[in-house]
Nanobody, 123 residues
Framework: QVQLVESGGGLVQAGGSLNLSCAAS????????MVWFRQAPGGEREFVAV????????TYADSVKGRFTISRDNAKNTMYLQMNSLKPEDTAVYYC????????????????WGKGTLVTVSS
């Protein structure tokens, strides 16, 4: 069974930091590009960051660039999102997703999804 399980969400004050994790099982992890998305209450699911299968290529949404860092540890089958200088507008459910083949930032192109972890940033 394929599973992507996010963890590390919680409540944090503006300016604080959180480190999210996405643990994968049931897939050959180092053949999948991994992606973070988020969805605010009542909002649409939006791209946050993507990392290639090897970890050699990364890109970020403009809204988080310079504040968030995506990484992965293929030996642990885990992807991470280090979030610094958090803002109230970062409040959302954060989802990890996985895709083989071409890199993509489109949620419709993802093959597997986790159930999400809630990040709440208070002002």
């Amino acid at each position: 069974q394929v599973q992507l399980v996010e963890s590390g969400g919680g409540l944090v004050q503006a300016g604080g930091s959180l480190n999210l994790s996405c643990a994968a099982s049931g897939i050959t992890f180092n053949t999948y590009h991994m992606v973070w998305f988020r969805q605010a209450p009542g909002g649409e699911r939006e791209f946050v960051a993507v990392i290639s299968w090897s970890g050699d290529w990364k890109t970020y949404a403009d809204s988080v660039k310079g504040r968030f860092t995506i990484s992965r540890d293929n030996a642990k089958n885990t992807m991470y999102l280090q979030m610094n200088s958090l803002k109230p507008e970062d409040t959302a459910v954060y989802y990890c997703a996985a895709r083989t083949g071409l890199l993509s930032t489109n949620p419709f192109d993802m093959r597997y999804w986790g159930k999400g972890t809630l990040v709440t940033v208070s002002s």
